[in-house]
T-cell receptor
Framework: EDQVTQSPEALRLQEGESSSLNCSYT??????LFWYRQDPGKGPEFLFTLYSAGEEKEKERLKATLTKKESFLHITAPKPEDSATYLCAVQGRQAGTALIFGKGTTLSVSS | NAGVTQTPKFQVLKTGQSMTLQCAQDMNHEYMSWYRQDPGMGLRLIHY???????DQGEVPNGYNVSRSTTEDFPLRLLSAAPSQTSVYFC???????????FGDGTRLSIL
């Protein structure tokens, strides 16, 4: 069964304090791993897609990496506006078009 | 270009009532999905469609119906609302099977 586990559930950082969010996954034939950002009262907003181990993607202060078992979302020198819930999802071969989501990591950045 | 539009944004129902949650996208996407999001549970797939006239069940389909008569619209019907269906419902669409999904801003549904 395809599964996604995100850790930690919640993370509090000071502005400028870099850290990483983890997404561990079990999937039969990874077709893609997706990172989303979700603000309160809004729908998830797409950040990155990773397709194969070793791949990396960057956007502003965010960098996503992928291994065969997990993905990391590295946040460098975060700002208060980076506060949000970050969701990880995988698409496996057996699931067809379905995405399996983790429960998310809620990030709070204080100034 | 509005993306994915969901209506209504908020709704309160009584147990046993029926209603339809609307979802429309203007990106000509073939794939559309409905998810529900509950505290501590993450997003769970209810139903999805891979094109007009084609739908299939997701992880939690019981109590919900869908149809896809056009590429643009993918309504979700609650047949007889139950308190367990209190949730936030998100509609999403994507162009091909491995492209990222674009989400609407959700419908917050409370069933008393």
């Amino acid at each position: 069964e395809d599964q996604v586990t995100q850790s930690p559930e919640a993370l509090r950082l000071q502005e400028g304090e870099s850290s990483s969010l983890n997404c561990s996954y079990t999937v039969s034939g990874l077709r893609g791993l997706f990172w989303y950002r979700q603000d309160p009262g809004k729908g998830p907003e797409f950040l990155f897609t990773l397709y194969s181990a070793g791949e990396e993607k960057e956007k502003e202060r965010l960098k996503a990496t992928l291994t065969k078992k997990e993905s990391f979302l590295h946040i460098t020198a975060p700002k208060p506006e980076d506060s949000a819930t970050y969701l990880c999802a995988v698409q496996g071969r057996q699931a067809g078009t379905a995405l399996i989501f983790g429960k998310g990591t809620t990030l709070s950045v204080s100034s | 270009n509005a993306g994915v539009t969901q209506t209504p944004k908020f709704q309160v129902l009584k147990t046993g009532q029926s209603m339809t949650l609307q979802c429309a996208q203007d990106m000509n996407h073939e794939y559309m999905s409905w998810y529900r999001q509950d505290p501590g549970m993450g997003l769970r797939l209810i139903h999805y469609s891979v094109g007009a006239g084609i739908t299939d069940q997701g992880e939690v389909p019981n109590g919900y119906n869908v149809s896809r008569s056009t590429t643009e619209d993918f309504p979700l019907r609650l047949l007889s609302a139950a308190p367990s269906q209190t949730s936030v419902y998100f509609c999403a669409s994507r162009g091909t099977s491995n492209q990222p999904q674009h989400f609407g801003d959700g419908t917050r549904l409370s069933i008393l």
